[in-house]
């Protein structure tokens, strides 16, 4: 099991991993992988399916206890999965306070008030559209104000228009909270790894098999970073032109 | 046993049905019983159907009136009423009890469910019996079968309901801090309701049909005894009153369910068809 010390993460720091390995059976999915993520930094964690991206998000969040090698997170980790899991007998005010201490309705209701869904507080989940019920799972990340929030996919099953509010949303998100907040964020776009991140990581054969730096101002027109989307997309194994 | 997804496609497969064919009104939908009462009486009058048979249903709401006058009825309904319900509880109590340790913990999965899956092929009522010699013939082995009852049908579901939670509603649990007690309450009791309520649904079904197996092999009194006693002097009249007050108190316990399943259960209509 991954070690988990507070202590060992630098000042500079939200996230340590040295050496973190993960195997199913005989298959290598994580080998000893190496990643720092800085703190208020939005990372982009691209890779082919079947990569091992969930997996290494899952032992980011504390869902995974058969990883060998050192993991230290300073700081709350809170995560919004792909499908939102709402619990759908909670209102949505109370899914988005599970969990916090006696007073958290309010900071719940501040923190759909942030993602725009006020009016659906008292709804039940099942009620909710895709995208709101995204919003309401990312609130409910939120208002831990983690020290790491994990994306992993959390706008793939939208729709295209409702994909870039939701883009909007996040670095909004992000800036006002004082980019206190690093974000893992999962997925398997390269345009919205690009238009979001300050890193974007490759993830192949295991390990981070290829990172760049973006310091593009946001926001961003994917038109300006065409070469490093062609970088990217060759890393991926994406030939040029075939997308 | 019916998983609550399919109850769920179940319901609104026949929400969709029903709202196809345009809806009898409720008068008319009470033509057809009346027409039948009314041949009944009619065969009755004649001497086509002689009461050593079945009695005439004018006859039978008469008998109705005077059992309840004499406090025979109400006296026959309280002693069934309270077997019933100390069976449930019993029952109820023992059920939950084995499905939350069964569900909850590893060594009481090993420990619990494979008795509770083996004891679930016994044919019950064959253990009356055994349950005569152990119990005597009073109280208790009457209580004892309708415990008997509820306790399976209860403790399957529970523990289906318990295990069926989503996975990933439990990992969410996780990363929200849950605790374990918290993580119990918030997510794996209500996931598990749904189904457990299948389970009550039943197992009161079967509470009804425990408590007549057992009045009809020997009781002094209760519904049973006044059916059997009606029996010997061939009172037809009187076995029907109990046979609709039994039809009457199961439809009832039924209608209670399905208010608790209304209101415990008020997160899934939006999955429903209005
Ligand atoms: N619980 C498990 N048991 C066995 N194999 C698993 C398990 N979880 C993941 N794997 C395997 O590990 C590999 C990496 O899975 P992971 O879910 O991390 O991929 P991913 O990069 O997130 O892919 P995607 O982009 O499709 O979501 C896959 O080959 C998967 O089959
Ligand atoms: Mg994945």
Do not use: C
């Amino acid at each position: 099991m991954a070690t988990r010390l507070p202590t060992r993460v630098a000042p500079e720091h939200t996230a340590r991993i040295r050496g973190l390995s993960r195997a199913f059976g005989d298959r290598t999915v994580l080998d000893r992988l190496d990643l720092d993520i800085e703190r208020g930094e939005f990372v982009a964690l691209l890779g082919r399916s079947g990569s091992g991206k969930s997996t290494l998000l899952r032992a980011l969040a504390g869902l995974d206890r058969d990883t060998t090698g050192e993991l230290a997170v300073d700081g709350t980790v809170a995560v919004a999965f792909q499908e939102p899991r709402l619990l759908p007998w909670k209102r949505v005010i109370d899914n988005v306070a599970l969990g916090l201490p006696p007073g958290g309705r309010e900071r719940a209701r501040d923190a759909l008030r942030e993602v725009g869904l006020t009016a659906r507080a008292d709804a039940w989940p099942l009620t909710l559209s895709g995208g709101e019920a995204q919003r309401a799972s990312l609130a409910r990340a939120l208002v831990r104000e983690p020290g790491l929030l994990l994306l992993d996919e959390p706008f793939s099953a939208l729709d295209a228009l409702t994909r870039i509010t939701m883009h909007r949303l996040v670095l909004d998100l992000w800036d006002h909270h004082a980019r206190d907040t690093s974000v893992l964020l999962v997925t398997h776009d390269v345009d919205e790894a690009l238009l979001l991140a300050d890193r974007v990581l490759v993830l192949g054969e295991g390990r981070i098999a290829h990172e760049s730096r973006i310091e593009a101002e946001r926001p961003r027109r994917i038109t300006d970073l065409t070469a490093l989307r062609d970088r990217l997309l060759g890393e991926l194994g994406v030939e040029e032109g075939t997308r | 046993m019916s998983s609550p997804a399919l109850d769920l496609g179940a319901a609104r497969q026949a929400a969709r049905t029903r709202a196809r064919v345009p809806r009898a009104t409720g008068l008319q939908r009470l033509i057809s019983p009346i027409v039948l009462l009314l041949l009944w009486q009619a065969a009755s009058s004649s001497g086509l159907l002689p009461e050593r048979l079945i009695a005439a249903p004018v006859k039978i709401a008469g008998t109705a009136v005077d059992l309840t006058a004499d406090g025979t009825l109400p006296n026959a309904i309280g002693v069934s009423l309270q077997r019933v319900v100390e069976g449930f509880v019993i029952g109820a109590v023992a059920a939950v009890v084995l499905a939350l340790a069964a569900g909850l913990s590893r060594v009481g999965e090993n420990a619990i469910d494979p008795p509770m899956q083996m004891l679930r092929a016994l044919p019950f009522y064959g253990l009356i019996p055994l349950f005569i010699l152990w119990f005597g013939i009073g109280e208790t082995p009457k209580v004892a079968l309708v415990a008997l009852g509820v306790a399976f049908p209860l403790y399957l579901n529970t523990y289906a309901g318990i295990r069926g939670v989503d996975g990933g509603l439990i990992e969410a649990g996780r990363t929200l801090r849950l605790g374990r007690t918290a993580l119990i309450r918030h997510v794996i009791l209500p996931g598990a309701l749904p189904q457990t309520l299948v389970g009550l649904r039943q197992s009161l079904g079967v509470a009804w049909l425990a408590l007549i197996v057992a009045e009809q092999v020997n009781a002094d009194a209760g519904l049973g005894y006044m059916i059997n006693d009606a029996r010997e002097f061939m009172r037809t009249d009187v076995i029907v009153v109990g046979l609709v007050v039994y039809s009457a108190l199961g439809l009832i316990t039924d209608a209670v369910v399905r208010l608790i399943e209304r209101r415990a259960l008020a997160w899934r209509r939006a999955f429903q068809p209005a």
